[in-house]
Nanobody, 125 residues
């Protein structure tokens, strides 16, 4: 099976930095893109940043210039570097990826949109 596991969330002061990691594991054939979402209390989940398999990146306007998404394809690990953090960046950050996976010993393959369990980021003013 496939798992996405986020880490790196913490409590930081305004202006601080954090680097979130998303480790993908399991029987993975391909990962088309990696997306970082966040959800603040009582708000809808929003897309923060994404990176495609060819390295194309995209950011929400509110984080452009402060956040950087990157990937280590060999390690199947994906990062979100967050600088100059603001209180409005507070929320649970989720890693998301459309993955083509396979079952070992069979010809079975499937595509599924996987989510991690989330990591809490709290920015205090």
């Amino acid at each position: 099976q496939v798992q996405l596991v986020e880490s790196g969330g913490a409590l930081v002061l305004t202006g601080g930095s954090l680097r979130l990691s998303c480790a993908a594991s399991g029987t993975i054939l391909s990962i088309r893109s990696i997306n970082w979402y966040r959800q603040a209390p009582e708000k809808q989940r929003e897309l923060v940043a994404s990176i495609t398999s060819d390295g194309t990146t995209d950011y929400a306007g509110s984080v452009k210039g402060r956040f950087t998404i990157s990937r280590d394809n060999e390690q199947n690990t994906y990062y979100l570097q967050m600088n100059n953090l603001k209180p409005e960046d507070t929320g649970v950050y989720y890693c998301n990826a459309p993955v083509v996976a396979y079952s070992t010993g069979t010809d079975r393959k499937w595509g599924y949109n996987y989510w991690g369990q989330g990591t809490q980021v709290t920015v205090s003013s």
